[in-house]
């Protein structure tokens, strides 16, 4: 649990976070798609709130990710915003906005911070999203980086068993993770 004290009323920022990081404390996260739960959220005191692309099978009853477009996650990412004063919010970019053309990644996450106001954007991925990341960074929009079990995969993997049991598949994961982590 985050160490979290009801007088610290203070927005955190990704420059809080580092510090809280540098000084080993516990950093909370939770999920929330709407402006009651993530009322809730901030006022428990979470450092972060993700507005995730599993808005669409929790909110919108689909079986996959996939099918959450980028207006579906501006509208959750305005809803969660309305209602937070302390927590970070990060927004997801769904499946199809940042893949393979780093200038719709861009146009995605500049979208995304304008009209949500959120804090950070999220996007799965290391090395296939290079471009995009390296674009959206030199924009000034922070990144939180989702390396393992990705969802937006599902066709590619099958499942949503966890990955990186076989030495090669581990071994990008860590190369993965040691590039978000160069990069910014």
């Known amino acids: 649990m985050s160490t979290y004290q009801p007088e610290d009323t203070?927005?955190?920022?990704?420059?809080?976070?580092?510090?809280?990081?540098?000084?080993?404390?516990?950093?909370?996260?939770?999920?929330?798609?709407?402006?009651?739960?993530?009322?809730?959220?901030?006022?428990?005191?979470?450092?972060?709130?993700?507005?995730?692309?599993?808005?669409?099978?929790?909110?919108?009853?689909?079986?996959?990710?996939?099918?959450?477009?980028?207006?579906?996650?501006?509208?959750?990412?305005?809803s969660v915003m309305k209602a937070v004063r302390r927590a970070l919010v990060v927004v997801d970019l769904p499946f199809g906005s940042y893949q393979g053309n780093s200038k719709e990644a861009l146009c995605s996450a500049i979208r995304v911070m304008k009209e949500t106001h959120a804090d950070c954007i999220k996007l799965e991925g290391g090395a296939e999203v290079r471009e995009s990341i390296v674009r959206i960074l030199s924009a000034g929009i922070p990144i939180m980086g989702h390396l393992g079990l990705m969802p937006?995969?599902?066709?590619?993997?099958?499942?949503?068993?966890?990955?990186?049991?076989?030495?090669?598949?581990?071994?990008?994961?860590?190369?993965?993770?040691?590039?978000?982590?160069?990069l910014g």
């Open 10 to 78: 203070r927005k955190v920022t990704t420059h809080r976070l580092f510090e809280m990081k540098s000084r080993g404390e516990k950093i909370s996260m939770l999920t929330a798609y709407d402006y009651s739960m993530a009322k809730i959220v901030d006022e428990a005191g979470m450092d972060i709130i993700l507005v995730g692309d599993s808005a669409s099978n929790v909110m919108a009853g689909n079986v996959t990710t996939l099918p959450i477009t980028l207006d579906q996650m501006i509208y959750h990412g305005k």
């Open 152 to 182: 937006q995969s599902i066709n590619k993997f099958g499942t949503y068993n966890v990955r990186a049991k076989e030495e090669a598949e581990a071994e990008k994961l860590i190369q993965d993770a040691h590039l978000l982590e160069e």
